[in-house]
């Protein structure tokens, strides 16, 4: 299989307009789309995708000739939704990966504007309002060059050539780009396109590791803005998440593995040689989340983030942070007391945040509408926006463990799957963004956990990643603390085998579901959502008889994270296509014991004990 890269140059003629969603000048209605990080014009690679599929779709079928390559194999297929639900919720993914089309011309930080009127039919004159101010940075007739690529895996130098083809004749078809196209912005006047073989790896690349390890760290660098769009509060508005999940690293190595096998099917010991080995044992691999860290030279130990506990409160003025989850009761704090602020009520977070190892990434709001190909317009009610994680300077840390894989396949699948990851990572989150990765041994976590406990037979176990826990049958809209209290003592007993039990806890729960989760993942049943304990929940714990036994549950808790309940396994089974939400997906993962709990434990003159 070949990895091929188009260069494309596209020319427009000038006056050109990309809206952007970022504020511009007083006074200037539409600005042309800049780049964040460095202000450079550029076309995004959404309005060259959809121009290219209206294009192919305008082709096919002409004088009887039909595209050699389908449009959906290239560009993706319509995914089901609560309005289209005899559609499959089953992703539809395209092969081809647009990056945005930068101008190759430096511009000034205030380019020229130009404005246009709207004429009242009835009076002959100017409507009232009617005004109009556009940001053009190109004058009429002059050319602006746009470089973007396009990429692909081809099974040979045919098939390759022949994606070539479609997508040249695709673009040479488009008339123009950009916004008011019908008022003669943004011609399309030359397509310069080059086909480069990236390469890779195929199976001359893989050898089998002699010294296997079972922990391998991963420093995730991902080249261009994505959007890992977390549970919707707004219908049109997809946010994305800052991390990078287990499931989301899985994913886009299953698709990267399926694109160099041409494999469409699911990935198994069915697959052919050298990855036999890596496909038997594809869903045993536990890949942790990736969570962000500020970029710093290579040479040097990186140190993951960790997820701050739910246990930190802060006082009346937030010039501090503390940790009671070692307080035995109920409290106030301050000189002045008063009630301590828990995180929900914090105004700010960046000192926590900070302290805890996270960077905080740019974000990027791109708003995008379907186009009614009749009118050739923006369809009515069609807008929606991307807000994505601009990664430029940071870098995503996490793991992946071979601990469940069987010691004499190890060192075979640890092997496949470095020539694997060492090709990088493509199509992550909506935007199908590629990012390299560099496999080290030297990736561990900010504060290490510690199994010794804390306070006789006790320990803190903080979340680092969502988990499920909880039996949503044993609560109600009418359930309190003590019936929630109730559920997380016996999810606690249970998991530990008795071996534990829950002191107290600081825990908040939220529901994943919507119908595209529900229906991928448990089709054919009622609707219930997900009920999830959040990352940075605290429980504290102790042994309930012999210490080293308790310990021993933990310690195994710390390498492979909690476990399911055996409600969840039996209702929503232990399989990535029945539950979204397994220990191999990195769900689950804890830390235990943190400094914190002890270096930001509350003095008597800061906590003030409510008898």
Same mark, same amino acid.
């Given at each position: 299989?070949?990895?091929?890269?188009?260069? $494309?140059?596209?020319?427009?003629?000038?006056?050109?307009?990309?809206?952007?969603?970022?504020?511009? @000048?007083?006074?200037?209605?539409?600005?042309?789309?800049? /780049?964040?990080?460095?202000?450079?014009?550029?076309?995004?690679?959404?309005?060259?995708?959809?121009?290219?599929?209206?294009?192919?779709?305008?082709?096919?079928?002409?004088?009887?000739?039909?595209?050699?390559? /389908?449009?959906?194999?290239?560009?993706?297929?319509?995914?089901?939704?609560?309005?289209?639900?005899?559609?499959?919720?089953?992703?539809?993914?395209?092969?081809?990966?647009?990056?945005?089309?930068?101008?190759? #011309?430096?511009?000034?930080?205030?380019?020229?504007?130009?404005?246009?009127?709207?004429?009242?039919?009835?009076?002959?004159?100017?409507?009232?309002?009617?005004?109009?101010?556009?940001?053009?940075?190109? %004058?009429?007739?002059? #050319?602006?060059?746009?470089?973007?690529?396009?990429?692909?895996?081809?099974?040979? %130098?045919?098939?390759?050539? @022949?994606? #070539?083809?479609?997508?040249?004749?695709?673009?040479?078809?488009?008339?123009?780009?950009?916004?008011?196209?019908?008022?003669?912005?943004?011609? =399309?006047?030359?397509?310069?396109?080059?086909?480069?073989?990236?390469?890779?790896?195929?199976?001359?690349?893989?050898?089998?590791?002699?010294?296997?390890?079972?922990?391998?760290?991963? $420093?995730?660098?991902?080249?261009?803005?994505?959007?890992?769009?977390?549970?919707?509060?707004?219908?049109?508005?997809?946010?994305?998440?800052?991390?990078?999940?287990?499931?989301?690293?899985?994913?886009?190595?299953?698709?990267?593995?399926?694109?160099?096998?041409?494999?469409?099917?699911?990935?198994?010991?069915?697959?052919?040689?050298?990855?036999?080995?890596?496909?038997?044992?594809?869903?045993?691999?536990?890949?942790?989340?990736?969570?962000?860290?500020?970029?710093?030279?290579?040479?040097?130990?990186?140190?993951?983030?960790?997820?701050?506990?739910?246990?930190?409160?802060?006082?009346?003025?937030?010039?501090?942070?503390?940790?009671?989850?070692?307080?035995?009761?109920?409290?106030?704090?301050?000189?002045?007391?008063?009630?301590?602020?828990?995180?929900?009520?914090?105004?700010?977070?960046?000192? $926590?945040?900070?302290?805890?190892? !996270?960077?905080?990434?740019?974000?990027?709001?791109?708003?995008?509408?379907?186009?009614?190909?009749?009118?050739? /317009?923006?369809?009515?009610?069609?807008?929606? %926006?991307?807000?994505? $994680?601009?990664?430029?300077?940071?870098?995503?840390?996490?793991? @992946?463990?071979?601990?469940?894989?069987?010691?004499?396949?190890?060192? +075979?699948?640890?092997?496949?799957?470095?020539?694997? =990851?060492?090709?990088?990572?493509?199509?992550?989150?909506?935007?199908?963004?590629?990012?390299?990765?560099?496999?080290?041994?030297?990736?561990?976590?900010?504060?290490?956990?510690?199994?010794?406990?804390?306070?006789?037979?006790?320990?803190?176990?903080?979340?680092?990643?969502?988990?499920?826990?909880?039996?949503?049958?044993?609560?109600?809209?009418?359930?309190?603390?003590?019936?929630?209290?109730?559920?997380?003592?016996?999810?606690?007993?249970?998991?530990?085998?008795?071996?534990?039990?829950?002191?107290?806890?600081?825990?908040?729960?939220?529901?994943?579901?919507? !119908?595209?989760?529900?229906?991928?993942?448990?089709?054919?049943?009622?609707?219930?959502?997900?009920?999830?304990?959040?990352?940075?929940?605290?429980?504290?714990?102790? %042994?309930?008889?012999?210490?080293?036994? @308790?310990?021993?549950?933990?310690?195994?808790?710390?390498?492979?994270?909690?476990?399911?309940?055996?409600?969840?396994?039996?209702?929503?089974?232990?399989?990535?296509?029945?539950?979204?939400?397994?220990?191999?997906?990195?769900?689950?993962?804890?830390?235990?014991?943190?400094?914190?709990? +002890?270096?930001?434990?509350?003095?008597?003159?800061?906590?003030?004990?409510?008898?």
């Amino acid at each position: 299989m070949l990895e091929m890269e188009l260069k $494309v140059r596209l020319t427009l003629l000038g006056p050109v307009l990309t809206h952007s969603t970022a504020i511009g @000048a007083i006074g200037v209605d539409s600005c042309m789309a800049r /780049r964040p990080e460095d202000g450079r014009f550029y076309l995004p690679f959404s309005l060259v995708r959809g121009r290219l599929r209206q294009s192919w779709e305008e082709m096919d079928g002409v004088d009887g000739h039909s595209l050699p390559v /389908r449009i959906d194999d290239l560009l993706g297929g319509h995914t089901g939704d609560e309005f289209n639900v005899e559609q499959s919720p089953e992703p539809q993914r395209g092969r081809l990966r647009f990056s945005d089309f930068l101008c190759e #011309k430096d511009m000034p930080a205030q380019p020229p504007v130009r404005s246009r009127i709207k004429i009242d039919p009835a009076r002959g004159s100017v409507a009232r309002g009617a005004l109009q101010v556009l940001e053009t940075p190109f %004058a009429s007739g002059e #050319k602006a060059t746009f470089t973007g690529t396009i990429s692909y895996i081809a099974a040979n %130098a045919a098939e390759a050539n @022949a994606i #070539k083809s479609q997508v040249v004749k695709g673009l040479r078809w488009i008339t123009s780009l950009g916004a008011e196209r019908t008022s003669g912005f943004g011609r =399309l006047i030359d397509v310069q396109v080059e086909l480069e073989e990236r390469g890779l790896v195929g199976g001359h690349d893989v050898a089998t590791v002699l010294s296997p390890s079972e922990v391998i760290g991963l $420093v995730i660098r991902p080249l261009s803005p994505f959007c890992i769009a977390r549970r919707r509060t707004v219908q049109n508005l997809f946010e994305s998440d800052e991390v990078l999940s287990g499931a989301i690293i899985r994913g886009a190595l299953a698709t990267t593995l399926k694109a160099i096998l041409n494999h469409p099917s699911d990935i198994s010991d069915s697959i052919p040689e050298p990855w036999k080995e890596l496909g038997r044992y594809f869903n045993s691999i536990r890949f942790t989340f990736a969570f962000p860290a500020a970029s710093t030279p290579t040479s040097r130990a990186y140190k993951r983030p960790v997820s701050p506990p739910l246990s930190l409160v802060k006082d009346a003025d937030e010039a501090c942070f503390l940790d009671v989850a070692l307080r035995d009761g109920p409290g106030l704090i301050g000189q002045l007391p008063m009630a301590p602020k828990f995180r929900v009520d914090w105004k700010h977070s960046d000192d $926590v945040r900070g302290y805890f190892g !996270w960077s905080t990434p740019k974000r990027e709001l791109r708003v995008r509408t379907a186009i009614d190909r009749g009118k050739r /317009r923006a369809a009515e009610g069609q807008l929606f %926006a991307y807000e994505m $994680v601009v990664p430029y300077g940071h870098e995503w840390l996490g793991h @992946a463990d071979l601990g469940r894989v069987p010691e004499d396949e190890r060192g +075979k699948v640890e092997g496949q799957l470095r020539a694997i =990851l060492e090709s990088g990572l493509r199509s992550i989150g909506k935007t199908k963004a590629k990012a390299g990765i560099q496999l080290s041994h030297d990736v561990g976590p900010l504060f290490p956990s510690d199994s010794t406990p804390v306070e006789r037979d006790r320990w803190v176990i903080t979340l680092q990643a969502p988990a499920i826990l909880c039996d949503p049958t044993d609560l109600h809209e009418n359930s309190g603390a003590s019936e929630l209290e109730a559920a997380y003592r016996k999810v606690w007993r249970e998991l530990s085998q008795g071996k534990l039990e829950l002191v107290r806890y600081f825990a908040c729960q939220s529901l994943a579901g919507g !119908w595209y989760l529900i229906r991928r993942f448990q089709p054919g049943k009622p609707y219930n959502p997900f009920l999830l304990t959040d990352s940075g929940s605290v429980f504290v714990v102790r %042994a309930t008889a012999d210490i080293a036994d @308790a310990r021993n549950v933990i310690e195994a808790w710390m390498r492979g994270g909690l476990p399911l309940p055996s409600w969840a396994v039996k209702r929503y089974g232990d399989s990535w296509r029945s539950c979204p939400f397994l220990p191999v997906d990195g769900f689950g993962e804890i830390a235990v014991n943190l400094p914190c709990h +002890k270096e930001k434990y509350p003095s008597e003159e800061m906590w003030h004990v409510i008898q």
